[in-house]
């Protein structure tokens, strides 16, 4: 066993191990999610989350260590965004259509999500910190880190909700929208990305182009409004 532990210590200072054990864990995760019949629960990039947290655990590889060698697959976010663009293209004469109520369903449905989180966190007494932490929850990370900073939040706890908020969505979205009878995909993708962002985006890829057009269109829209207008907001209300 001695030489087994020595091989996987050494694999974790390989340059790709970040590569190989990220890949690795979101096509076990994948295959699992096929198994079962795609339960809700085991969704393929939240069962690849929690094996790599397992794996730098049981290594006790540091996060930085992780992050240097798994370069590549930052690099690959970049492409990876622009190319949702291509369901959105596809789907270009319909959202058109569609414009001025998907704009009012994002900036309702946004601010209503935000405006319930906060108050459960003002009745369960929170730091003015965790409640300036909570508006960025529906958002994508980086964007949420950043606005988080800016508006006197908490970034790292702001990331946490922001993957919170994105697992339960891309869980729990699907499976209540069949119960409510929602059938459309424009309204499904717009709900996706609108709660969950990039997990509830990736969900949308499984459905089908148009659910992930409206999705990706949703995640972008909430995040760019998000950005710009929340931070005037706060200023307003601490003037």
């Known amino acids: ?5 020595a091989f996987l210590n050494s694999l974790a200072f390989a340059p790709l191990f970040g590569v190989l054990i ?37 290594l006790d590889v540091p996060y930085s260590q992780y992050y240097q060698s798994s370069y590549l697959l930052h690099a690959m976010l970049g492409p990876a965004t622009v190319a949702l663009a291509i369901p959105l293209f596809q789907n270009a004469r319909r959202i058109r259509t569609l414009l ?19 108050a459960i966190l003002w009745l369960l007494d929170a730091s003015s910190q965790s409640l300036l932490s909570m508006p960025t929850k529906s958002i994508t990370t980086p ?44 309204i499904r993708g717009l709900t996706l990305g ?23 269109l949703a995640m972008s829209l909430t995040g760019v409004l998000t950005a710009l207008v929340l931070p005037f907001v706060v200023g307003w209300i601490a003037f």
């Open 1 to 5: 066993m001695n030489w087994l532990g």
């Open 22 to 58: 990220t890949l690795g864990a979101f096509l076990f995760g994948q295959k699992l999610y096929r198994t079962s019949g795609q339960h809700p629960v085991l969704q393929p990039v939240i069962i690849g989350i929690v094996l790599v947290i397992l794996f730098l655990l049981l």
């Open 100 to 118: 001025l109520p998907i704009l009012c369903t994002v900036t309702v449905g946004g601010t209503f999500t935000v405006s319930v989180a906060m």
């Open 143 to 186: 964007i949420a880190v950043i606005v988080s900073e800016k508006i006197g939040g908490i970034p790292a706890l702001s990331a946490l909700c922001v993957l919170l908020t994105g697992a339960l969505g891309a869980m729990l979205g699907i499976p209540i929208m069949n119960r409510l009878g929602i059938k459309d995909d424009g």
């Open 194 to 216: 609108l709660s969950a962002h990039a997990l509830g985006t990736a969900r949308a890829l499984e459905e089908n182009d148009e659910c992930a057009a409206f999705s990706a």
